[in-house]
Structures are given as C-alpha cells and as structure tokens.
C-alpha cells in the first residue's frame, strides 16, 4: 500500500507549518521538518544558510536529497498500525521542481502537493511575529530549563530579516510551484481550520460522505423492552460502539469521523424512541444510516397495535427484534429456529411485519433468552 506523502510549499509565512502541525495533531500523520534535514546536511544558522544549503543540495543531487530523507524517515518509524493516518506524511516543505519531481519518482509514495498563499505585507508581519516569539523564547528559559538546540535552531533561523530571507533566489524559485500543486490555498483569505478541510477533504481523509455505516437499535414504546441481548449478539460485527444513555461518553465528532474514513461501522443504541431524535444529538448525518432496528415485545393479544404502528411511521425501521412474552413464550421457549414456532407465534409475527412494515429480523423467544434467533445474516 502506497504512503500518501503531503508535500506543502509555499512563501515565508504562508502557514505551512500550521497546515502540517493540523494535519500530525488530526490524523496521526508523521511530521517531515525540510530544515531538520538540511541540518542533517550541514545546514545551520539563519534562514539564508538554510536557503544556501537547499539550493546546493538540489545541485549536487538533482532534488534527490528530500524524498532520500522522506524514505529514510519512513524506514525509521516502520509500516506502523494498519490505518489511514499510519500511512500519511507531512514534508514541510518543498522550495524547487527539482525536489518535487525526486519525490513524485520515489516507488511506492503517492505524492499530493498543497501550495500555499498568501499577500507579502501579511507574510512580513507573521514572519516578525514569529521572529519576535522565537528570540523571547531563546532569551527567557524557564526558571528550571535552559534553551536547548531546539530554541537555539529556532532563534538562529529567524537571524536574518524578512527583507533578506524574501529577496533570496530559493524564495523566490518558490512562488513559481504554485503552477504544479494540485491544491492551492489563499491563507490570508482562509483561516486555519478551513485550510485544514480543505487539505483533508483533497486527501480523502474523511472518508465517503454517502457512505452508509450506522446502524441504530431504537426501544419500541412498549413497556419492558430489554435491548441488552440484541446489543451483545450484534457488537462482534461493529467497530464502534455505544448507548446514549450509558455511562461511557460518546465518541466525539472527530472520532466518528476516523471511524467513517477508515469504513468502520457504527452501531447506536438510542436513549429514546426516536431514531431522527438519536442521530440528531450524536450529530450524524442521515445519510449515515444504513439500518434502524425497533425493538419491542409482544404478549400476543395483549400487543399494542396502535403504538406499533406510531413507532413505525416516527422511524421507519428496517429491521424488527421481537421479544416473545405471556402465552406465545410458555408455547415456543425451547425454539431455536423460525421453522419451530408454532403457526400462532408465525401468524402474529407476520401480523407484526405487515404494521410495522419491516420482517422480524431478531426474535427472542422469551424475556429471559440471552441468545436471539436470527432470520438473516446481518
């Protein structure tokens, strides 16, 4: 499986390092400093030393130097756990073609490039700011840590002024990779969170939007519905899942969505009667949800036909799952299969499907059942 590699470019304070860091902190992706590497190659001091080096190093290797540090940096770190954000790469970031085209050649990485934007006068202030943060980090340690190489490398790189870093030919070589990206993005026009999406969604992190993964097991408004049964046979086959009444919190919005791009299913018990009411308070779109299963029981006579069929037109349930109770279980406890209940328990069953508009798909053949019979693979 190919490792997507992100590859960000852009001017002096366009925002590439907020992209990277958003994008390590959100998917777990691996975070490629280019001015880490260049150190590696002798590379120290301001940024002009930085710029210096890069231009050189592309020279002497034809832009090679960069994807040899990716594919390095991939070896350390392993193939990592089976999942979407083990497999993605941040480099921050490319400055030539040259380095470009050394990455995209590389076997077995999918390439995507991100360039960012943004107007000189706000590159000057977030390079001042940013300038200004470093030196007071380097010249205040806490009372307990002295600056470290780190800081030492943080302050020295903001040595030169953005006059002087700005006017150098690898700066300027940058603008011209805006051409080759397959996204460009106008920070000074989008804030941080938008670009962030934005990169996300080109790089189908978050999965298919129509992708149907949720399902709901919804309690029919009869009284003594015990879902737990049905709940403990269908969780082997669910990735996530939860009760809106339990006592675990919910999984976040963030965390539904990893499981969404990863194609994970999502099974939800619902507090209430209320599928809509359900999906509304987790925050999942409709168009989520593959199946809604109304659970309910049924003494024979004694059902309630009328709230049945409220319940059905509130939900529009797919699936039903029957508790048997009274008569209809002294007469079929002992059934394990559809085929061994009685004709009076089959004839209300389909009694049930016709009101309700959906087949018994579950049936348990009395309260006390731990083990639900099913009537099809689900």
């Known amino acids: 499986m190919a490792v997507t590699v992100v590859v960000v470019s852009g001017p002096i304070g366009a925002g590439k390092t907020t992209l990277a860091q958003g994008l390590a902190r959100r998917f777990g992706a691996l975070h490629l400093h280019s001015e880490d590497l260049l150190r590696k190659h002798g590379g120290a001091g ?5 710029q210096d080096r890069s231009l050189t190093l592309d020279r002497e290797t034809g832009g090679r130097w960069l994807a040899e540090g990716v594919l390095t940096a991939l070896h ?64 205040a340690p806490s009372p307990v840590e002295v600056a470290g190489p780190c800081e030492e490398h943080r302050c020295a790189a903001y040595q030169d002024s953005f006059e002087v870093a700005w006017a150098h030919p690898a700066e300027r070589a940058v603008h011209a990779l805006a051409s080759a990206a397959e996204l460009v993005v106008d920070t000074a026009r989008t804030p941080p969170d938008a670009v962030l999406v934005r990169v996300a969604s080109r790089l189908g992190l978050y999965g298919r939007t129509g992708e149907r993964l949720v399902d709901l097991v919804v309690p029919g408004a009869h009284d003594g519905v015990d879902t737990r049964p049905l709940m403990a046979q269908l969780a082997p086959h669910y990735a996530v899942l939860f009760r809106m009444d339990g006592p675990d919190p919910s999984p976040s919005r963030e965390e539904l969505e990893d499981a969404f791009a990863r194609g994970h299913r999502v099974l939800i018990e619902s507090a209430g009667p209320s599928a809509s009411g359900c999906i509304q308070a987790v925050g999942i779109a409709p168009g989520r949800v593959r199946r809604v299963v109304l659970a309910c029981r049924s003494e024979g006579l004694a059902f309630d036909w009328v709230r049945l069929r409220e319940a059905a037109t509130l939900n529009a349930p797919t699936d039903l799952a029957v508790t048997l109770a009274g008569e209809l279980t002294r007469s079929n406890w002992n059934a394990r299969r559809f085929d061994q209940l009685t004709d009076a328990a089959r004839h209300h069953l389909e009694e049930l499907e016709r009101v309700a508009g959906a087949p018994v798909s579950f049936l348990a053949p009395s309260p006390e059942a731990r083990h639900l019979i099913e009537r099809r693979p689900w």
Do not use: F
């Open 46 to 50: 301001s940024r002009c030393s930085h």
């Open 76 to 139: 350390a770190h392993g193939p990592g756990a089976s999942g979407r954000t083990s497999r993605l790469l941040i480099v921050d970031a490319a400055s030539s073609e040259a380095q470009l085209d050394g990455l995209r050649g590389s076997p077995g990485l999918r390439v995507v490039h991100v360039h960012l934007v943004t107007p000189e006068p706000t590159q000057a202030l977030r390079y001042a700011e940013r300038r200004s943060r470093a030196m007071h980090e380097h010249e």
